[in-house]
Each structure stands twice: as structure tokens, then as C-alpha cells.
T-cell receptor
Framework: DAGVIQSPRHEVTEMGQEVTLRCKPI?????LFWYRQTMMRGLELLIY????????DSGMPEDRFSAKMPNASFSTLKIQPSEPRDSAVYFC?????????????FGEGSRLTVL | KQEVTQIPAALSVPEGENLVLNCSFT??????LQWFRQDPGKGLTSLLL?????REQTSGRLNASLDKSSGRSTLYIAASQPGDSATYLC??????????FGKGTSLLVTP
């Protein structure tokens, strides 16, 4: 299996621009998670989906952030408009059906720099 | 909210030493606890998953223990090697399907 695939790996943009990050989870995994990692705050859960349905988006920092999962093999995280404080590494992770015993598998991350 | 703390934040040891990384959490009502490794510029790799009914898990030179009543987990690395240098993160499943992460211990093993 190719693992969780994220794109782009690196994104540099200017403040005010729209940013779209993409994720392809491991085939057959029912759960998909978006995390953000910064030096100050560590890893923070932004949102997670179960069977393509958003379950908990309480970690989404503000309305500028939105996430979608149109099908089982694709998810996006969008920031519009972007701000310098959004600079971070954004990780996507997926997990198999078994809830309590499920392991999390992470992608390589998308490093976002907003100037 | 569940708080996960990892001590120490950074650790440097000579090759061959046995070492212990600590993780503590505030709410003992957890489902599972998972240890990850993160290399610079990379994603997280799962090392060990301990379910709430278990007390420890072992994989090669790694052993992780879980004491729910005291809110602690330890990751023991035997005979450390330079290739073990990385950041080690502890994460706790405490409700729904959410994972709370500690900020990690940055480990450097010198030859």
C-alpha cells in the first residue's frame, strides 16, 4: 500500500491567498483526520471524518478553515484567506474501521508558509 | 480537556545506553495510548499501540508500559543506537475517536 498521500509537500503563499491541501487516505480506512503541527502548540486535531462524514470539527481554528471529504479516497483542507499565523505543517492521517484498536497512519505532511 | 505531557523535552545520550521516555495524562478514562516516532521533515510513524486493558507492549528493543490509574506511560529503549535519534510522541485516545498528543521528546543518540 502507498500509505497516506498528501499534496503539496510544500506551499509558500502570500497573505490573503487561498490554500488547498489534499489528502488520499489508505484504501479501506474509514476514518480520516487533519492535524496541524507547530513548535508552540505541537500537534492539534483540526477535524476528523468517519465514512466521509465530518464528526468533530471543534478544532478548526476559525471560519477561514474548511474541510471536505467528497468520497472515501479524497479529502481537502482549505484556508481562505490565509494569514501568516497559519504557517505550520498540516498532516492527514487515516485509521481502519476498528475504533478502539485502530492505529493512526500519517502522511508526510504539507508544510505551509504564509508570507 | 485531556492534557498530555512528555518529559524530558530533549535528551542526549551516548550510543548503547538504555533510556526511558515519560508520558503523563490528566484523565485516566482513556481508550488507547500510542507512541510515535517523527524524523525531521517527515510524518509520524507508529511504534506501539497499548489498549486500555493492557499494561505493556513490546516491539524489538522498544517496550511501552501503561498505568492508567496514575496517568502515566513510559517508553523504554534498550541499547540505543544513533538511528534512534528522532522525536518521540505520545498520544492518548480519550473520547470519541480523538487523539491528544504530547509535544514530544527530542532524542539524540551520539556515536
Amino acid at each position: 500500500d502507498a500509505g497516506v498521500i498528501q499534496s503539496p509537500r510544500h506551499e509558500v503563499t502570500e497573505m490573503g491567498q487561498e490554500v488547498t491541501l489534499r489528502c488520499k487516505p489508505i484504501s479501506g480506512h474509514d476514518y480520516l483526520f487533519w492535524y496541524r503541527q507547530t513548535m508552540m502548540r505541537g500537534l492539534e486535531l483540526l477535524i476528523y471524518f468517519n465514512n466521509n462524514v465530518p464528526i468533530d470539527d471543534s478544532g478548526m481554528p476559525e471560519d477561514r478553515f474548511s474541510a471536505k471529504m467528497p468520497n472515501a479516497s479524497f479529502s481537502t483542507l482549505k484556508i481562505q484567506p490565509s494569514e501568516p499565523r497559519d504557517s505550520a505543517v498540516y498532516f492527514c492521517a487515516s485509521s481502519p474501521r476498528t475504533r478502539r484498536a485502530g492505529e493512526l497512519f500519517f502522511g508526510e505532511g504539507s508544510r505551509l508558509t504564509v508570507l | 480537556k485531556q492534557e498530555v505531557t512528555q518529559i524530558p523535552a530533549a535528551l542526549s545520550v551516548p550510543e548503547g545506553e538504555n533510556l526511558v521516555l515519560n508520558c503523563s495524562f490528566t484523565d485516566s478514562a482513556i481508550y488507547n495510548l500510542q507512541w510515535f516516532r517523527q524524523d525531521p521533515g517527515k510524518g509520524l510513524t507508529s511504534l506501539l499501540l497499548i489498549q486500555s486493558s493492557q499494561r505493556e507492549q513490546t516491539s524489538g528493543r522498544l517496550n511501552a508500559s501503561l498505568d492508567k490509574s496514575s496517568g502515566r506511560s513510559t517508553l523504554y529503549i534498550a541499547a540505543s543506537q544513533p538511528g534512534d535519534s528522532a522525536t518521540y510522541l505520545c498520544a492518548v485516545y480519550y473520547s470519541g475517536y480523538a487523539l491528544n498528543f504530547g509535544k514530544g521528546t527530542s532524542l539524540l543518540v551520539t556515536p
